[in-house]
């Protein structure tokens, strides 16, 4: 057996060193121009992280101005290009963003050179007049400045984003009927989800009116960003006195119809097969009404009032005796009226006779009806439906998938369904149409390349960033650190591993292997050996012959 005692060479040389002490060994044992060229290699490689990371990560940007005037945002653009200041727009348009340490320099830097001028001027023009400006020229001006500073007022409105006034104003006239009343004309641009009511359109009318000489308030007029007119004339055509809420209430009533035939006709026919329109024509007249009627003939258990009668009876005794010396008689003596029969005169005829008369008054109670009617607004005065049905879809026996069209009994089905969720009146002179029709394929929009989506571009643009920075980083991990690494530890090598394997190795044959052997295959096994590794067998001569490392015995 054969064995490699290496006891005393390990126990004369020195303890293994740390890695971390190799490390600092190893740089130790580089010279100054090598220290020096792996330190600025080193930063080089630092500074270039750290500046791809610093480029990588997007500034602070704050708001320099937004809600600009299109010639005033492209002035502070060309202003910041020519100071060679960083900006960006934002992405809906309406406003430019600085880095936010920059915002009030900036800012105190644009209004010395009067940026933004806000897209009008005021009175502030006038201050600037040369000598020599003709009157027409200073009439200009007083114009424009006018109209600016009008402008600057309707724009403090917290609906109203921004304003622009024109004035038309005609020469003053020494003939009465030539003369002309000033107008205006008012374009407002409102803020989103905001309106002006009919309140502050009003005061916008009034302001404008007041701030011009002799100009009234049917001369204003204002149109929004839409091009829809809000003072509005009246029209002969249109429906009298309506405001915006009562619009709005024509539309929720026309919208809540709509809903109750979509809510009905949904589990029959599904969902998007079917469309419907209402229109509802509303009555906001304010109508009051008072009404006083009598019964022409009274009843015969009508109650009397009131009742008056007179009787009147009258004796006339007519003429009595004869003409001559009787005539002078003295009269009969008097009688008491009860008397009866009465005494017969001195000339004894009775001449008397009697007249009466009756009439009489009566007043009954009137059967009288007084009505005092008030009709409410917003009545339904009549309603027009349309609706329209979509084939069903089925499918035949082929498995394909066919329109059939809607029966008869089906579309009727569907019309009386129709009529009473909107309450049908005929009375009020509703309508109702019902058609059944199939509907029209949507074209789908073109979609564009892949490579012109913003989205991707967007998302290409990012994984552009980080390969980036994985192509930097790698780069200073292979040319940078893995060499400087490998100079200051380099690693073990595989031979002296390899020794240091076989010297702690033991060689040694069993009893019955080395007495099978011949000498023949023992020596040609030795000289394999020898072949395979000379240094083993060299280190075994050497220690056979009682030689140390350093080659003295």
């Given at each position: 057996?054969?064995?490699?005692?290496?006891?005393?060479?390990?126990?004369?040389?020195?303890?293994?060193?740390?890695?971390?002490?190799?490390?600092?060994?190893?740089?130790?044992?580089?010279?100054?121009?090598?220290?020096?060229?792996?330190?600025?290699?080193?930063?080089?490689?630092?500074?270039?992280?750290?500046?791809?990371?610093?480029?990588?990560?997007?500034?602070?940007?704050?708001?320099?101005?937004?809600?600009?005037?299109?010639?005033?945002?492209?002035?502070?653009?060309?202003?910041?290009?020519?100071?060679?200041?960083?900006?960006?727009?934002?992405?809906?348009?309406?406003?430019?963003?600085?880095?936010?340490?920059?915002?009030?320099?900036?800012?105190l830097r644009l209004a010395a050179e009067g940026l933004p001028k806000g897209g009008m001027?005021?009175?502030?023009?006038?201050?600037?007049?040369?000598?020599?400006?003709?009157?027409?020229?200073?009439?200009?001006?007083?114009?424009?400045?006018?109209?600016?500073?009008?402008?600057?007022?309707?724009?403090?409105?917290?609906?109203?984003?921004?304003?622009?006034?024109?004035?038309?104003?005609?020469?003053?006239?020494?003939?009465?009927?030539?003369?002309?009343?000033?107008?205006?004309?008012?374009?407002?641009?409102?803020?989103?989800?905001?309106?002006?009511?009919?309140?502050?359109?009003?005061?916008?009318?009034?302001?404008?009116?007041?701030?011009?000489?002799?100009?009234?308030?049917?001369?204003?007029?204002?149109?929004?960003?839409?091009?829809?007119?809000?003072?509005?004339?009246?029209?002969?055509?249109?429906?009298?006195?309506?405001?915006?809420?009562?619009?709005?209430?024509?539309?929720?009533?026309?919208?809540?119809?709509?809903?109750?035939?979509?809510?009905?006709?949904?589990?029959?026919?599904?969902?998007?097969?079917?469309?419907?329109?209402?229109?509802?024509?509303?009555?906001?007249?304010?109508?009051?009404?008072?009404?006083?009627?009598?019964?022409?003939?009274p009843t015969p258990d009508q109650a009397i009032r009131s009742q008056q009668i007179n009787?009147?009876?009258?004796?006339?005794?007519?003429?009595?005796?004869?003409?001559?010396?009787?005539?002078?008689?003295?009269?009969?003596?008097?009688?008491?009226?009860?008397?009866?029969?009465?005494?017969?005169?001195?000339?004894?005829?009775?001449?008397?006779?009697?007249?009466?008369?009756?009439?009489?008054?009566?007043?009954?109670?009137?059967?009288?009806?007084?009505?005092?009617?008030?009709?409410?607004?917003?009545?339904?005065?009549?309603?027009?439906?349309?609706?329209?049905?979509?084939?069903?879809?089925?499918?035949?026996?082929?498995?394909?998938?066919?329109?059939?069209?809607?029966?008869?009994?089906?579309?009727?089905?569907?019309?009386?369904?129709?009529?009473?969720?909107?309450?049908?009146?005929?009375?009020?002179?509703?309508?109702?149409?019902?058609?059944?029709?199939?509907?029209?394929?949507?074209?789908?929009?073109?979609?564009?390349?892949?490579?012109?989506?913003?989205?991707?571009?967007?998302?290409?643009?990012?994984?552009?960033?980080?390969?980036?920075?994985?192509?930097?980083?790698?780069?200073?991990?292979?040319?940078?650190?893995?060499?400087?690494?490998?100079?200051?530890?380099?690693?073990?090598?595989?031979?002296?591993?390899?020794?240091?394997?076989?010297?702690?190795?033991?060689?040694?044959?069993?009893?019955?292997?080395?007495?099978?052997?011949?000498?023949?295959?023992?020596?040609?096994?030795?000289?394999?050996?020898?072949?395979?590794?000379?240094?083993?067998?060299?280190?075994?001569?050497?220690?056979?012959?009682?030689?140390?490392?350093?080659?003295?015995?």
């Amino acid at each position: 057996m054969a064995t490699a005692d290496t006891a005393t060479a390990d126990s004369a040389a020195p303890p293994p060193a740390t890695p971390l002490a190799q490390i600092i060994a190893n740089i130790r044992a580089l010279d100054q121009r090598q220290k020096l060229a792996a330190g600025a290699v080193l930063a080089f490689a630092i500074a270039l992280v750290i500046g791809v990371l610093m480029w990588n990560r997007a500034p602070d940007y704050g708001v320099l101005f937004s809600n600009y005037d299109e010639r005033d945002g492209g002035a502070i653009v060309a202003a910041l290009q020519q100071q060679n200041i960083p900006y960006r727009i934002s992405p809906t348009g309406n406003a430019i963003l600085v880095p936010s340490a920059q915002v009030h320099e900036v800012r105190l830097r644009l209004a010395a050179e009067g940026l933004p001028k806000g897209g009008m001027v005021g009175f502030e023009i006038m201050e600037t007049q040369k000598l020599g400006v003709s009157q027409f020229h200073e009439q200009v001006n007083y114009q424009r400045g006018l109209e600016g500073e009008l402008s600057r007022t309707i724009q403090a409105i917290a609906s109203v984003a921004s304003a622009r006034v024109h004035l038309a104003m005609p020469k003053q006239t020494a003939f009465l009927r030539d003369d002309q009343k000033p107008t205006a004309s008012v374009m407002v641009n409102m803020r989103p989800g905001r309106v002006l009511d009919a309140a502050q359109v009003a005061g916008i009318v009034h302001l404008v009116s007041s701030s011009v000489p002799r100009m009234t308030e049917a001369g204003v007029s204002i149109v929004d960003q839409n091009g829809n007119l809000l003072t509005r004339k009246p029209d002969p055509l249109d429906r009298p006195g309506l405001d915006p809420s009562q619009l709005r209430y024509v539309e929720e009533i026309e919208a809540a119809y709509i809903r109750r035939i979509e809510t009905i006709l949904t589990p029959l026919v599904g969902a998007g097969n079917f469309r419907a329109q209402v229109t509802a024509d509303i009555d906001f007249n304010q109508v009051e009404q008072t009404a006083e009627t009598f019964k022409p003939n009274p009843t015969p258990d009508q109650a009397i009032r009131s009742q008056q009668i007179n009787e009147q009876l009258n004796r006339d005794p007519g003429p009595q005796g004869v003409p001559g010396a009787l005539t002078n008689q003295p009269p009969v003596p008097a009688t008491a009226p009860i008397t009866v029969p009465p005494l017969e005169g001195g000339g004894g005829i009775d001449a008397a006779t009697r007249n009466s008369s009756r009439s009489a008054v009566i007043n009954y109670e009137l059967d009288r009806t007084i009505q005092h009617v008030r009709q409410a607004l917003g009545q339904v005065k009549r309603l027009s439906v349309a609706v329209v049905v979509n084939h069903r879809t089925e499918t035949n026996a082929d498995g394909q998938t066919v329109n059939v069209p809607l029966s008869e009994q089906e579309v009727e089905q569907i019309t009386r369904l129709v009529r009473e969720a909107m309450g049908f009146s005929a009375a009020r002179g509703d309508s109702l149409n019902v058609a059944a029709s199939a509907f029209a394929a949507v074209e789908a929009d073109p979609s564009a390349p892949l490579w012109q989506d913003p989205e991707v571009i967007e998302m290409g643009k990012e994984g552009a960033k980080y390969l980036l920075i994985l192509i930097v980083l790698a780069f200073v991990y292979f040319a940078v650190l893995r060499p400087l690494l490998r100079t200051v530890m380099p690693p073990e090598a595989e031979e002296e591993d390899a020794d240091e394997e076989e010297e702690d190795a033991e060689v040694s044959l069993s009893e019955a292997a080395l007495a099978a052997e011949t000498y023949e295959q023992r020596l040609a096994r030795a000289r394999e050996m020898a072949r395979e590794n000379p240094k083993m067998v060299a280190d075994l001569v050497k220690e056979w012959m009682g030689v140390n490392e350093e080659g003295r015995k």
